[in-house]
């Protein structure tokens, strides 16, 4: 079964500063897609950026960009110029091609913005 | 008007009531889907829905049931609810000519057995 870690619970950062978070999966499958997904003190669940597998160019989306590491099964986020309004909870989610195309998430990383 | 709606967005019952979740969505997608997320975890699929005559069940159906009234309609119901089945709901859709499937979602419903 598929299943995806992110190891760190909570993070910290300056604000205007750039924070990584990590996330990590399992899959024996070649062709799927990730995902990052920003869940704010409102509760909704926000896309922020996608990438496929069979791309090798990291996605970017403004300041949001991923480092992917197929081979590691790798697929971090870093934040540049971090933002008060990116504080928030961050998931990383997985999904296959094929089946219920269901999204399997990980258990989240809370990032606190300082002023 | 959000795209994807959940009622009620709060709802407090006691265990043994049977209470519905409701979920539409204008964006035209035909693929639907209920998630849990419960504190310290990421959203789990409880049930998903690819058209009207398609139901099938997620990792957690246990004590739910779904129903897809129409293309924009999918309800979620605890037909007996227990405490442990106090959880944030997500209704989710997507479109099955995006290669990404990406979901879009509602803002969620809270719900707190008793």
């Known amino acids: 079964a598929q299943t995806v870690t992110q190891s760190q619970p909570e993070m910290s950062v300056q604000e205007a500063e750039t924070v990584t978070l990590s996330c990590t999966y399992d899959?024996?499958?070649?062709?799927?897609?990730l995902f990052w997904y920003k869940q704010p003190p409102s509760r909704q669940m926000i896309l922020v950026i996608r990438q496929e597998a069979y791309k090798q160019q990291n996605a970017t989306e403004n300041r949001f960009s991923v480092n992917f590491q197929k081979a590691a099964k790798s697929f971090s986020l870093k934040i540049s110029d971090s933002q008060l309004g990116d504080a928030a909870m961050y998931f990383c989610?997985?999904?296959?091609?094929?089946?219920?195309?269901?999204?399997?998430f990980g258990k989240g990383t809370k990032l606190t913005v300082n002023p | 008007d959000a795209d994807v709606t959940q009622t009620p967005r709060n709802r407090i019952t006691k265990t043994g009531k049977r209470i519905m979740l409701e979920c539409s969505q204008t964006?035209?997608?035909?693929?639907m889907y209920w998630y849990r997320q419960d504190p310290g975890l990421g959203l789990r699929l409880i049930y998903y829905s690819f058209d009207v005559k398609d139901i099938n069940k997620g990792e957690i159906s246990d004590g739910y049931s779904v129903s897809r009234q129409a293309q924009a309609k999918f309800s979620l119901s605890l037909e007996s609810a227990i405490p442990n089945q106090t959880a944030l709901y997500f209704c989710?859709?997507?479109?099955?000519?995006?290669?990404?499937?990406?979901?879009?979602f509602g803002p969620g419903t809270r719900l707190t057995v008793l």
């Open positions: 964006k035209g997608h035909d693929r």
């Open positions: 989710a859709t997507s479109d099955w000519r995006d290669s990404f499937n990406e979901q879009f």
């Open positions: 899959t024996s499958e070649s062709d799927y897609y």
């Open positions: 989610a997985y999904r296959y091609q094929g089946g219920s195309e269901k999204l399997v």
